[in-house]
């Protein structure tokens, strides 16, 4: 079966940096848009950042400048450089495969970012 493995997370001080992979096993990423996604306590999942197959990226009003997504197709693995971290960036963060002709979506377990001092 598709697993999608987190990992990188843990505790930093605001303003410091995480750097957060996401390993693919039995995904063929490169037909796949991938996207990293987190979610607040109490808040709804919201949209990171995503690649797509070509390599363009889209990034959330509150990341641009600060996060930086990238693939490895050879490697299937994504990742996400998170830089200048804020308290309002805590949260546990997704791993997301996603192909809508294939009708195709996948999530990884999670992995918990905590940004406080």
């Known amino acids: 079966q598709v697993q999608l493995v987190e990992s990188g997370g843990g505790l930093v001080q605001p303003g410091g940096s995480l750097r957060l992979s996401c390993a693919g096993s039995r995904i063929p990423f490169n037909i796949y848009v991938m996207g990293w996604y987190r979610q607040a306590p109490g808040k709804q999942r919201e949209l990171v950042a995503e690649i797509t197959r070509g390599g363009s990226t889209n990034y959330a009003d509150s990341v641009k400048g600060r996060f930086t997504i990238s693939r490895d197709n050879a490697r299937n693995t994504v990742s996400l450089q998170m830089n200048s971290l804020k308290p309002d960036d805590t949260g546990v963060y997704y791993c997301?495969?996603?192909?809508?002709?294939?009708?195709?979506?996948?999530w990884g377990q999670g992995t918990q970012v905590t940004v406080s001092s």
């Open positions: 997301n495969a996603n192909n809508l002709a294939f009708g195709r979506n996948y």
